[in-house]
């Protein structure tokens, strides 16, 4: 088997090769889980994960709105400790959500960080999230990856109770697999944690930090393939008791009684699937405890991957549905009315009264009837021409008149809508602090793929409750010179917002407070992604204002964020 060695993974294949040496740094979940990390490695590793021994290094003070590379704008920091950060980011140049992990170039990891984000990129496995990019620039580096805004942390799951044994399944065989096709890259992990597993909306697994989590923490393991596996029988026994398979309480799980040892699931919590509470023992291999049946244990991702494929398979459960109700007889019902209840004590006795002779059986009856039928068919027809062309008639009179009417003067057609030229747009700040000015000509270059953005408010929809932002933002657009118009086509960034669009008085100059703009064109209500209104009487005015009033979620619980991609003004 060949196998990848890197700066910061030297992965050994304890399957019958020769042994290598294991060495990975250690690392970190990016999002909300790396607090709880920080917070349960400073109690200590209960399963042996080992911190490094390097002097702690100042983090780059850095801040939200500052860019790298011209494009990586950072927004949110998530995590700040051991002398790197991470952060939640937006590329600018593709217009989505990036995380970003940051360090000095001096670090003593960074050169174990950069080798490591680069073998992972290689490897282009789509069950784990993918490196981006990995820089080395202006004395610091940096490591981009994606950023999965729809996908729920396995942490987040567990909180909320154990796994059914379908999910359970799932999770210990797509991590397995995954994990395995890893090792045969020569990449290990070092920190697969209930944080580091993400699951999308589409039921798939994800993991995030290979080889990169380890080199930025500084975790080194002798054997890194059972390092994983025994992190993978502690997550599969996490999702099946909501329990930590160790005395220490971690990721907000608590811990096994003291002193009792590692117990089966099954023991922990009635009702567990047995093969799946077996292999969680298999996993693991604490202290030479396996599985009540004493299957040979799993030391790589591979025999467990294996021995996973071999179970049984665990179907998912069957939907529920509600049953209709029964359906109820009524008395007037076809073949009921009218006749004695199949309860009644008695039977009556129905009078027996002669069949009528059917009508017209005869030769002649029946030539009769063809002939009926004949003069009726041509009646029905030379009635429907009549009243068809009567109908044709009134109708054609009708359009003379509208015609005529038209043409007097009356009712004139109204002319087709066209675009009218943008000559200007700004930022409206009422209390004169710019909100993003120079994205503003974005809004008006005629791509929706560009946009106007409003930074990131948190705590409330109106832009944080800030008092500068009491009277909300929005862009004002200049026509040049007073024009008739006669509707607005307006591409939001973000659907749910909160806007109205109002014109200024038809004299009015460089108006910039909200009681300038006093006529109205749309009502202030939440858009779509697309805001479209026509006008039955044209306004005359030179400025229009788009104005926002609330912002929708940003993705995250309490921030919020809106913009205009695209404003056309029709005459």
Wanted: hydrophobic residues 35%; aromatic residues 4%; negative net charge.
């Amino acid at each position: 088997m060949a196998e990848r060695s890197t700066a910061a993974v030297d992965v050994a294949d304890n399957s019958g090769d020769e042994p290598l040496t294991a060495k990975a740094d250690k690392a970190t979940a990016d999002g909300v889980a790396e607090a709880q990390d920080t917070a349960d490695e400073k109690k200590g590793e209960a399963d042996g994960e080992g911190q490094g021994s390097e002097t702690p290094i100042a983090t780059p003070e850095l801040h939200s709105g500052h860019k790298l590379a011209r494009r990586y704008r950072l927004e949110e920091c998530v995590t700040r400790l051991d002398g790197f950060s991470s952060w939640r980011a937006v590329d600018e140049k593709l217009r989505r959500a990036v995380g970003v992990h940051l360090l000095p170039a001096d670090h003593a990891r960074a050169r174990s960080v950069l080798a490591a984000a680069r073998s992972s990129a290689l490897l282009g496995d789509p069950r784990f999230v993918q490196v981006l990019d990995a820089v080395e620039e202006n004395d610091l580096v940096y490591v981009v990856h994606e950023w999965l805004p729809d996908a729920t942390e396995l942490t987040a799951m567990l909180a909320a109770g154990p796994l059914e044994a379908h999910e359970a399944y799932q999770l210990v065989s797509q991590i397995s697999q995954a994990m395995a096709a890893a090792h045969r890259e020569g990449l290990a992990h070092l920190k697969l944690t209930p944080g580091a597993i993400l699951r999308t909306s589409s039921g798939q697994y994800r993991i995030r930090g290979l080889a990169v989590n380890a080199a930025l923490r500084g975790i080194t393991s002798d054997r890194p393939q059972r390092t994983d596996t025994e992190a993978i029988g502690a997550l599969l026994y996490a999702a099946l008791t909501q329990r930590w398979p160790y005395e220490r309480d971690a990721y907000g799980l608590s811990g096994l009684p003291k002193g009792v040892g590692l117990i089966a699931p099954d023991q922990v919590r009635a009702g567990i699937h047995r093969r799946l509470s077996e292999l969680a023992m298999r996993a693991l291999v604490n202290d030479g405890a396996t599985a009540s049946r004493q299957d040979p244990p799993c030391t790589t991702p591979d025999e467990l991957a294996k021995a996973v494929a071999a179970m049984p398979r665990i179907r998912p459960p069957e939907p529920t549905f509600t049953a209709p109700p029964e359906y109820q007889r009524t008395t007037y019902q076809q073949g009921t009315y009218g006749r004695p209840s199949p309860h009644s004590g008695a039977q009556a006795t129905q009078p027996l009264v002669a069949a009528p002779p059917r009508p017209l059986q005869s030769r002649t009856g029946k030539v009769l009837k063809w002939g009926v039928a004949a003069l009726l068919i041509a009646a029905l027809g030379l009635g429907s021409w009549q009243l068809a062309d009567t109908l044709l008639d009134r109708g054609q009179e009708s359009d003379d008149k509208t015609s005529s009417q038209t043409n007097n003067g009356k009712e004139p057609k109204r002319p087709d809508p066209k675009p009218l030229r943008i000559s200007d747009a700004r930022v409206y700040a009422p209390n004169g602090d710019g909100i993003e000015a120079e994205d503003v000509p974005q809004a008006i270059d005629g791509n929706t793929g560009t946009a106007w953005i409003t930074p990131q408010y948190r705590g409330y929809a109106n832009f944080g409750n800030l008092p500068q932002r009491k009277d909300g933002s929005g862009i004002i657009v200049d026509l040049g010179s007073a024009q008739d118009v006669s509707g607005v086509d307006i591409d939001m960034y973000r659907s749910g917002q909160t806007v109205e669009v109002l014109a200024a008085d038809e004299n009015a100059s460089n108006p910039s407070a909200l009681s300038d703009f006093s006529q109205q064109i749309t009502e202030l209500e939440p858009a779509a992604g697309k805001l479209e209104a026509t006008l039955d009487k044209p306004v005359r005015t030179r400025y229009i204002l788009i104005h926002i009033t609330s912002l929708p979620t940003d993705g995250s619980p309490g921030a919020f964020r809106g913009g205009i991609s695209e404003i056309k003004i029709t005459g």
